[in-house]
């Protein structure tokens, strides 16, 4: 049981790592550092200079992936986006392929690296939860599902390259990395069963409060990401970004204020509680 709870926290905290690997290679760039999955260049080792590339590199992995993005929107239209599906097929600029550049690929290739290694972490998670299956099977349950979805996770994320960095796959893609971290976190809180833990009044209505608005802030945030997005592709000046998107910017910035405030009193509540003080900061965090 104790090799459980370290496996878990191990992994929540390399998953906490990977997402923030994930925003620098959205910060600088690289998120199409390698234009085709898994693989990279069509290699497990990337090339570190374009003349280890064939000279038509473009026009051959913008064709590998318009046919996945065919497959993908086939998918798309059996759950009924039709309209999701048809842009895809017909968005010429998702094909667009960006000039090699070294430092960019082996951004991606360290993000991927890392997310395979979490991905092996979190299948010895699953394999280790089956010793709970006879006396909670909670914990069996949701360390497979907590693997099933890193497999999804990676599934979504070549679709992510494919599509060249679309907008709302990316978002689906990081609130499945988030998804992920909450899975584990109940597996680690679940597996301890802290006897020190006392009820705290309105624990659960106002833990309840901050998850829902913390997710709402996330939501709105990729509104906000999204729209500039859409501005730089405009090719508008970089100064006029945040005026493309100034509504969803001043929602997304005065909301935070909730939620900061919300959070704070369950702190507060927290460690009014008697108990463990650790548990109070790591719950309200």
Known sequence: MKFFRKLTLLTLIAVYLLIMVGGIVRSTGSGMGCPDWPKCFGTWVPPTTVEQLPANYKEVYAAHREKKNIRFANYLEKMGMDATAEKIRNDKSILEEADFNATKT?????????????????????????????????????GFLTFFLVGFQGWIGSFVVSTNLTPWTVTVHM????????????????????????KVPYGLLLSTLCIVLLIVQIVLGTQVREAIDVAAASLLPRATWIEASWAS?????????????????????????EGSKILPYSLAV
């Open 106 to 142: 082996w951004v991606e290739y360290i993000n991927r690296v890392i997310g395979v290694i979490i991905g092996l972490m979190i299948f010895a998670v699953a394999f280790t939860s089956i010793r709970f299956w006879k006396w909670d099977k909670k914990i069996t349950v949701i």
């Open 175 to 198: 609130l499945l990395a988030l998804v992920i971290v909450g899975l584990l976190v109940f597996l680690y809180f679940e597996s301890t069963k802290d006897k020190q833990v006392r």
């Open 249 to 273: 910017f001043v929602i997304h910035r005065t909301f935070s204020w909730l939620v900061l405030i919300v959070h704070v009193v369950l702190l507060r509540k927290l460690l009014k509680s």
